[in-house]
């Protein structure tokens, strides 16, 4: 995926709830960013059901799609956190955490039940938020007077870049993400303004 301008994620957190014969499964669907913000999250549904049978889930990070997870959580192998990860893939999203939370209703669904039930209530979240299209970002470091806020401003909005964090004395100092196909157009425009200096991030 590494070569493509643009990737999807959902746009906000939702949830959805999916009954079989008197178990209930509630999916959890979130945008995230980082592993510790999975654990945040996965952390909160805990809290928020603590009776719960079994708190299943799965994730994907990471343009390249490489960095998932999945988690049974005490359910048979393969019946959790794999149909979970086949719903955000089927999707093709990244940057996007589910977790199914089942109250056992005194019934086994057997193997086919359990993998349904994940896939179903993983679908049904997902259906409740809107996914979005992103794009792919390089951070850039831009240094510029402060008489020249407004310009720099001005290309930052125009080329729908992303101002990560900013410094601003007489001698500015800000880290913006730009979209990877405006970065040689970005760059090149900064560069017909005096004395701005762009450099990429390191990492």
């Known amino acids: 995926m590494t070569d493509q301008d643009?990737?999807?994620?959902?746009?906000?957190?939702?949830?959805?709830?999916?009954?079989?014969?008197?178990?209930?499964?509630?999916?959890?669907?979130?945008?995230i960013a980082s592993t510790d913000e999975f654990r945040e999250r996965l952390n909160d549904v805990k809290k928020e059901h603590p009776k719960a049978t079994h708190h299943c889930f799965a994730y994907r990070l990471g343009l390249d799609g490489n960095t998932y997870r999945v988690s049974d959580a005490g359910e048979p192998s393969g019946t959790a956190g794999r149909p979970?990860?086949?719903?955000?893939?089927s999707k093709q999203l990244v940057?996007?955490?589910v977790v199914v939370v089942r109250y056992f209703g005194g019934t086994l669904l057997g193997v086919p039940g359990l993998i349904n039930a994940y896939k179903t209530a993983t679908a049904l979240a997902l259906q409740t938020t809107q996914l979005v299209q992103k794009p792919v970002e390089k951070e850039f470091v831009v240094q510029f007077d402060y008489t020249q806020v407004n310009e720099i401003m001005t290309l930052v909005k125009q080329y729908n870049c992303r101002v990560v964090r900013q410094e601003m004395q007489l001698f500015c100092n800000m880290t913006i993400a730009i979209p990877r196909n405006r970065i040689s157009e970005l760059s090149y425009k900064l560069q017909e303004i005096r004395d701005v200096e762009l450099s990429p991030t390191a990492g």
Do not use: C, H, W
């Open 84 to 89: 979970i990860l086949g719903q955000i893939d």
């Open 6 to 31: 643009f990737y999807y994620t959902v746009a906000k957190t939702g949830m959805a709830e999916f009954k079989d014969r008197g178990s209930k499964f509630i999916g959890y669907v979130y945008p």
């Open 95 to 97: 940057n996007t955490l």
